[in-house]
């Protein structure tokens, strides 16, 4: 959500800057609004990754089951 927040943010700055005439503060908007593009794409490949992990879990626990319900039937 600080992504989101920060693209909002710079959004706002740059038009603040384009209407003024401000091109200092139309780029540091510019810079913020980036900064939470990268930010929300972090997020999301973070959510990514963490899927995975979970999903690596969930199989590593099924074959450790298997395995010691194997181990039993000996």
Same mark, same amino acid.
Request: charged share 45%.
């Given at each position: 959500?600080? $992504?989101?927040?920060?693209?909002?943010? $710079?959004?706002?700055?740059?038009? @603040?800057?384009?209407?003024?005439?401000? =091109? *200092?503060?139309?780029?540091?908007?510019?810079?913020? !609004?980036?900064? #939470?593009?990268? =930010?929300? %794409? @972090? #997020? +999301?490949?973070?959510? %990514? @990754?963490?899927?995975?992990?979970? %999903?690596?879990? +969930?199989?590593? $626990?099924? @074959?450790? *089951?298997?395995? %010691?319900?194997?181990? +039993? !039937?000996?």
């Amino acid at each position: 959500m600080a $992504g989101k927040s920060e693209q909002v943010k $710079g959004q706002a700055k740059e038009a @603040v800057g384009s209407l003024t005439g401000n =091109k *200092d503060l139309e780029a540091e908007g510019k810079a913020d !609004r980036q900064a #939470g593009e990268a =930010k929300e %794409k @972090v #997020g +999301h490949a973070k959510d %990514k @990754v963490e899927e995975v992990v979970e %999903k690596v879990e +969930h199989k590593a $626990g099924e @074959v450790i *089951d298997k395995a %010691k319900d194997a181990a +039993h !039937r000996d």
